[in-house]
């Protein structure tokens, strides 16, 4: 028995031995990624908290505002102390410069054998040598182009490697500000300045108010970056929390931004580049973002402290830097230490293929990216690696899968380019031939039966032909062609009905179910897995009520002519063009690229023009107004709909509070209830 159970025991830890280790249940936070919707989902934990450094020899750091990992060393602006504090990446103290010659030292660099320390306090940013002797001050340029009134408070800087310094001033909103020692006075211009983003508020604001009262107001200012880095190649990197839309900016040379739009935190505080030219952030809350050198995201981790001192969780987390071995640090203002993180092996992997992609080695990254797929199977990035090198080999088809799994919607377009081309070759012949026998059918058809007509068919059709229901839907294409005449159709000689109009409108919500949830993969807005037909037609027929119900009001009050149920009536034929034309549209989506993109553009501007058309003369006719006072009944109706929605949304919002209220007061007579 017990050589039996000894024998299980061997094989149980042989067989666990092999599996996988990308759980760590160590960890205190979770890891997630993004798919190509932008959706966030977790992943396996890409990094591990490894250790932390909190005391330095003797040392400790008292509110620390910035470090560099540096050649196997840490240079750390210790503030609170007045001093730069320069170790070893274990935590000993190798050296202590600045003391009683720095007053608040909050950001620096460390470039071409010398420290360069950005002293809020002094207004200077100084030099040091890597013994801790000053070698330079620069101060406030005298320069006349940098401004009379323009602000020098130093707060971050960098260092390219011909010794040209970037400077971030507390107030300065023109730019970052160039330094060189070796020009004369020093100032070499600003350097990618933020644009100025106004709200529409203030849009609204400059229409209406006069120049007096908005000389009154605050002067709109762009934001200024927070922090800033510099790359081996000199690209200077920014971080700007208040700006939306491009929080991270990766410059060129012109100071022009070439990231894409990137996933953001409104809380970044510090920006760092990896070996693998990957780029990393960190937010004051504790949150790392790791993104690939064109901004795509790749991990969000970390978090924040909430007081029980877990490692791998951050206070106010306010810079963060990558040493050559890809191991982050993280420095805590208000724990005054730095927390270390080590990549763990799915990591490893997913920069190892990424190096090999973004060089365009993409059949040698295809089996590493297979790996990767094995252990997370929705990584899209993975699945994007898989759909390149597929596409390098011509293997279209699985190309085609892999782009779709990682929603690459231009990889898609391509892969599907080729293969169309390819079954186009191969089936034009046949499809033509298809074609032309359902051409010979119809005319060899309509020969007989005028020939020697067929007189089931004939009376088959001449019943459909005079049946009312049918004329009634029939007439929809003549108020799509004659809409004048239609319009009077409607309103006097009752070419509609209830049962008409119900079968058309319903036409037109399945109609816009099939274009949502069918269109082509590279057309479609809808998100995978996304299935809320019974929701979509819900809202599609609240919409069509509280359209001309609002109309039927306005045009009332106005004189018109219009009952509700001719306005009922009309609106619904005046989407005859949607209804006929939409889903040919969208069928033909299904087999187009983005190289012809404009078919479908132009189809849904045509489509949509002749509605608004069919819907402004139809309120014309049937309220027989003139031309202007359409316009305006339009317009006052759309204000009436925007009023509308505006009380419905605060009803919504105090019936769900009362609701909340008396969900509480309910629980609490339960709760007191059951104590007693």
Do not use: C
């Amino acid at each position: 028995m017990k050589k039996r159970l000894f024998k299980l025991a061997i094989i149980f830890t042989f067989i666990f031995a092999l599996l996988p280790t990308t759980v760590h249940a160590d960890v205190p936070y979770k890891t997630f990624t993004v798919d190509g919707e932008r959706n966030f989902i977790e992943t396996q934990t890409a990094y591990v908290p490894d250790s932390r450094l909190v005391q330095f020899g003797d040392e400790l750091l008292k509110q620390p505002s910035d470090f560099k990992v540096h050649e196997g060393h840490l240079y750390i602006a210790d503030t609170g102390n007045k001093r730069i504090l320069i170790t070893t990446l274990k935590g000993d103290v190798v050296n202590i410069m600045g003391e009683d010659i720095l007053e608040k030292p909050v950001g620096l660099d460390v470039a071409n054998g010398y420290v360069y320390v950005a002293d809020e306090t002094l207004g200077q940013v100084v030099q040091f040598d890597v013994d801790g002797n000053v070698e330079h001050v620069y101060e406030r340029p005298t320069s006349p182009s940098f401004g009379s009134s323009s602000p020098f408070t130093p707060t971050k800087v960098t260092v390219d490697s011909r010794e040209n310094l970037y400077v971030i001033s507390r107030g300065n909103s023109n730019g970052l500000i160039q330094l060189n020692r070796n020009t004369n006075a020093e100032f070499l211009g600003y350097f990618a300045p933020n644009m100025t983003s106004i709200s529409l508020l203030t849009s609204f604001r400059r229409l209406i108010f006069t120049e007096e009262q908005l000389a009154r107001m605050l002067n709109i200012i762009p934001n200024s970056p927070v922090n800033l880095t510099i790359d081996p190649e000199g690209l200077v990197y920014t971080i700007t929390p208040q700006d939306n839309f491009e929080s991270l900016k990766k410059l060129n040379m012109g100071g022009n931004n070439i990231l894409d739009a990137t996933i953001s935190d409104r809380q970044m505080t510090g920006v760092a580049v990896g070996p693998y030219e990957n780029i990393f952030t960190i937010s004051s809350n504790g949150y790392i973002y790791e993104y690939n050198r064109e901004g795509n995201l790749l991990f969000i981790f970390g978090g924040r402290d909430s007081g029980q001192q877990r490692l791998g969780l951050f206070t106010q987390a306010v810079a963060i830097d990558v040493d050559q071995q890809n191991s982050i640090y993280v420095l805590d203002q208000t724990k005054g230490e730095i927390q270390v993180f080590k990549s763990t092996e799915f990591a490893d992997q997913v920069h190892e293929a990424l190096v090999l992609y973004q060089d365009g080695n993409y059949e040698e990254s295809k089996h590493i990216w297979d790996g990767v797929l094995k252990v997370n199977s929705l990584f899209d990035f993975a699945n994007l690696g898989m759909g390149e090198a597929h596409f390098k080999d011509e293997n279209y088809a699985e190309a085609l899968e892999s782009y779709r799994l990682a929603h690459n919607v231009s990889g898609y377009s391509d892969a599907y380019w080729e293969l169309r081309n390819v079954w186009i070759r191969e089936n034009i012949l046949p499809m033509m031939g298809w074609l032309l026998g359902l051409w010979i059918f119809v005319k060899v058809f309509k020969f007989v039966n005028g020939k020697w007509p067929i007189t089931a068919y004939n009376n088959f059709k001449s019943k459909i032909k005079n049946n009312k229901l049918y004329q009634e839907l029939t007439y929809a294409t003549y108020f799509m062609k004659h809409p004048i005449d239609g319009s009077y159709g409607i309103k006097r000689e009752g070419k509609t009905s209830n049962l008409s109009v119900a079968i058309v409108g319903a036409l037109a919500l399945i109609v816009y179910a099939f274009s949502k949830y069918f269109t082509g993969f590279i057309f479609s807005n809808v998100r995978s897995g996304e299935f809320t037909v019974v929701n979509d037609i819900f809202i599609g027929f609240v919409i069509y009520v509280f359209v001309v119900s609002a109309t039927y009001l306005v045009s009332t009050i106005n004189d018109g002519e219009s009952t509700y149920k001719n306005l009922m009536h009309g609106f619904v034929y005046a989407l005859t063009p949607y209804i006929l034309f939409q889903p040919i549209v969208t069928l033909i989506s299904n087999f187009l690229t983005l190289n012809e993109a404009f078919v479908i553009q132009f189809s849904s501007v045509v489509i949509l023009t002749w509605v608004l058309v069919l819907l402004f003369i139809a309120i014309k006719e049937l309220n027989n107004y003139e031309g202007r006072e359409t316009i305006k009944i339009i317009l006052i109706s759309l204000f009436t709909m925007f009023i509308g929605a505006l009380i419905i949304f605060v009803l919504y919002i105090l019936f769900n509070q009362l609701f909340s209220f008396i969900q509480a007061v309910f629980r609490e007579a339960v709760y007191r209830f059951e104590i007693r």
